[in-house]
């Protein structure tokens, strides 16, 4: 004869399935919404929790608002994997800089929100890779110096914000005058960048900054190069010297091609802008020539031969 199972065990049979149910759902809901956020298929909202670093979200994220937090420092890599992000929003932290490979994979990003935070530098490399990024806001923040080129592959920008920084207007951010001219003048973005220092350009756009009123020099060779004839494995030195504000970059070209120092070890660069070449080969011969640059323009020597 069968034995009935009574109603109480019934009840614990019961119980236990629904405690199993419910750890397999705060399981799933765990690996891809983070504790205490609000999640809704692939938006993420994890405002005003105290978080102090980037929780990990599934990969299938398209928003992702991490605003009204406590968060201080984004990690390199802090996003990796999230190539389906659309939007990020980390406005309203305490993040002070931005390091080199903090929006690794954001390759379909298109919205980057950094306004009100205390950001004082940026990695020149941190916005690489985001070939799809429109809006960019920086506003409200602490940075004073920009390093030429930071935003040179964001070729998808509409929409760049800085304005409300410390900027100082010397004649390293001239590149940045260029920049927001070039946007004015394509009539495709919007950019905004005021100046702090000095006092007496305080309030200017950066757009309307000119290399005269900021004491900026073109570049002015004042030694040359000249020929030279050499034995191999001997040692030969090519003499260039400039002038002008802020200091020039010697750059020593070879058939037209800059030559790299790091390449090659009989390469060097003396503190002068002399080129020595040690130890040389028949490979060295050929065509030099020596080019000054700084953010003010460029000069280059008479061109000489290494025979």
Known sequence: MAVRPTRRCLLALLLCFAWWAMAVVASKQGAGCPSRCLCFRTTVRCMHLLLEAVP????????????????????????????????????????????NGAFEDLENLKYLYLHFNQIETLDPESFQHLPKLERLFLHNNRITHLVPGTFSQLESMKRLRLDSNALHCDCEILWLADLLKTYAQSGNAQAAATCEYPRRIQGRSVATITPEELNCERPRITSEPQDADVTSGNTVYFTCRAEGNPKP???????????????????????????????????????????????AGEAKTQEVTLS
Do not use: H
């Not at 406590?70 to 993040?95: C, K, V, Y």
């Not at 090659?264 to 020595?276: I, K, Y």
């Open 249 to 295: 970059e010697i750059i020593w070209l070879r058939n037209n091609n800059e030559l790299s120092m790091k390449t090659d070890s009989r390469l060097n660069l003396l503190d002068d802008g002399t080129l020595m070449i040690q130890n040389t080969q028949e490979a060295d011969e050929g065509v030099y020539q020596c080019m000054a640059k700084n953010v």
């Open 56 to 99: 990990a979200v599934a990969p299938q994220t398209s928003i992702l608002d991490l605003r009204f937090n406590r968060i201080r420092e984004i990690q390199p890599g802090a996003f990796r994997r999230l190539r389906s992000l659309n939007t990020l929003l980390l406005n309203n932290n305490q993040i002070k800089k931005i390091p």
